[in-house]
């Protein structure tokens, strides 16, 4: 309970005449101090402000300016996906949970997921070649196959989707810049995984606070199933079947503040999806001020389809005052793989486990957090999945008996209230690629225009243990004939797309572009008789002259700062 509050309660129980929470005090009494003490369930155990979603995402014109309520009866549990995903809107349906005084409010969050990212036409789409300048004629005669070799070496082909980085300048017809588009498509996906998590930890607290829990006492915990079981409203209006519900407090921080760990398994059906999944979700969220506007924590979660078993949370390390190493994403430093990228966030499969975990930590002026997501086999055990010093995904164990499998996502963001500060984001479709595709994004006011800079590139991860956020340069001819990916010259160049809010439309327009290339190694095209390539199906008998590329240079141009990662308490 924090101070302000335990000083409103006693002046209320002096009003009214009878001591805290007692016998004689009258129903009404009771029911006012009880309101005033479950105050602090929301307000004390909840990261308000944190809203993992990109930063060029689209903002909604009323989002600045108008609360979000649902009070007035909602016509459905989860949202379409309609709702705006940008921080300030998510903020707001936040605020709507912790200060809800009806129980429909309470799931605020949960009515305002976003859908997964929508595919973008202007990155990574399939490109046809013929003529490639770096065929060599097999052994033994011309090549005529229109299909890749296994030794790729073929003149006429096909470079799959998902291998061509920024491909055009903006989404589609839309004046969307496509670095801005891509970001917020791959976010999306995620956030839709921590919002529900998120939304749903705070609803339980919410439905909590209403019923007049009152926090635990330290070293002690509440369980709060068969109070979600038995409210209608946690499924009506809030779309979830609850299995297992509970609030705990830890021993206090060696600085004296309170340690809460919420957790919530449930399960779902997230927008675009007709079956539901089953979700477990771990909060630990240490408030660094009596009235919670500064904070830190560690938001854990596994998510399965119904027909998998889900394991059981582990415990949140470092309860109290202790200070865990954090788990650093740390830098390769050499190159050798030869495996395939497909693109982020495949097709999640029935057997498997989707873990995601967010380190967080809010400052009188910054938002931090880091987030990590992957999938595993259906028989991974969580010790193999959550480091046990620091309780985050173990980005640096691929592959094997023992580490993810398909689809690491990896987040690293710090902004202020006026959106200007950094995100780097990285992912990685499978465990034996050996590299990582990279966005870093910064953004800042040139007056009062908030103007970004994104880049876009890929990184070493040769022993798929060591994904990085920094950008390493660029590889041009991913599944190209004969490419060279680890010694080719589009390590000396990067993309790199400038841009600006457009505060009316609410849309990140482009501003210049360092994106052009061709898919070589050299990422120029030479002249050659019939030489063609293009994201739409060509004829073979097209000409094309040579092609020199617009990329930036990575050793000039290439300027970004890393945000500090936040550790968990």
Request: aromatic share 6%.
């Amino acid at each position: 309970m924090s101070i302000k509050s335990r000083k409103i309660l006693e002046l209320a129980a002096l009003m009214t005449g009878c001591l805290l929470m007692v016998a004689s005090c009258s129903s009404e009494d009771t029911v006012s101090t009880t309101t005033i003490v479950s105050s602090d369930v929301t307000s004390q155990t909840i990261p308000s402000t944190l809203s993992v979603t990109s930063a060029t995402a689209q903002t909604s014109a009323a989002s600045a300016s108008v609360s979000y309520a649902v009070s007035n009866t909602p016509t459905y549990a989860v949202s379409d996906g309609t709702a705006a995903q940008d921080s300030a809107s998510k903020e707001e349906r936040m605020a709507t949970v912790t200060n809800a005084t009806v129980k429909s409010d309470c799931f605020a969050v949960l009515q305002g997921i976003g859908s997964p990212g929508d595919t973008i036409t202007c990155y990574g789409p399939g490109v046809y070649f013929t003529k490639h300048p770096d065929h060599t004629t097999p052994t033994g005669g011309a090549s005529t196959s229109t299909v890749k070799t296994a030794t790729g070496n073929v003149a006429t082909g096909y470079m799959p989707q998902g291998d061509t980085g920024i491909w055009d300048s903006t989404e589609g017809t839309t004046d969307e810049a496509c670095s801005a588009a891509k970001l917020n498509s791959a976010v999306a996906s995620v956030a839709q995984k921590v919002d529900m998590a998120l939304g749903a930890s705070a609803a339980m607290l919410c439905v909590a606070k209403l019923d007049g829990l009152t926090l635990p006492a330290a070293g002690t915990a509440t369980d709060l199933t068969a109070a979600m079981q038995a409210d209608p409203d946690v499924e009506t209006s809030g779309g979830m079947t609850v299995t297992d519900a509970s609030i705990a407090r830890g021993d206090d921080t060696t600085a004296g503040m309170p340690v809460y760990t919420s957790r919530i398994t449930f399960s779902m059906t997230p927008p675009g999806q007709t079956a539901a999944d089953t979700l477990s979700v771990t909060l630990k969220h240490v408030p660094q001020d009596v009235d919670n506007t500064t904070y830190e924590g560690l938001m854990t979660m596994v998510r399965t389809k119904s027909s998998t078993s889900l394991p059981a949370m582990p415990d949140p390390p470092g309860e109290g005052g202790d200070t865990p190493t954090p788990n650093v994403v740390a830098r390769a430093t050499s190159a050798s793989p030869t495996q395939a990228i497909n693109g982020p966030n495949e097709a999640f499969s029935a057997g498997d486990i989707e873990a995601i975990s967010v380190v967080y930590k809010q400052t009188s002026t910054t938002l931090s957090y880091k987030m990590a997501r992957a999938e595993y086999d259906s028989t991974q055990t969580l010790t193999n999945i959550f480091d046990t010093t620091t309780g985050e995904i173990q980005a640096d164990n691929a592959g094997g008996t023992d580490g993810w499998s398909n689809n690491l996502n990896l987040l690293l963001s710090s902004m202020d209230s006026d959106g200007v500060g950094f995100l780097a984001y990285a992912w990685q479709a499978n465990s034996d690629d050996g590299y990582t595709r990279n966005f870093n994004l910064s953004t800042e006011l040139d007056g009062t225009d908030l103007i970004g800079t994104a880049y876009f590139g890929f990184a070493v991860n040769t022993d798929n243990a060591d994904p990085v956020f920094p950008i390493e340069g660029m590889i041009c001819s991913w599944a190209g004939p004969n490419n060279s990916k680890a010694s080719g010259t589009g390590w000396d160049y990067i993309q790199k797309q400038t841009m600006a809010l457009n505060t009316t439309t609410g849309i990140w327009e482009p501003l210049v572009d360092n994106i052009a290339f061709a898919p070589t190694d050299s990422c120029d095209w030479t002249n050659v008789t019939n030489s063609t390539y293009s994201s739409s199906k060509i004829s073979t008998a097209a000409t094309m002259g040579a092609v020199t590329n617009s990329l930036a240079t990575y050793s000039t141009d290439y300027s970004f700062t890393l945000p500090d990662e936040p550790t968990v308490p």
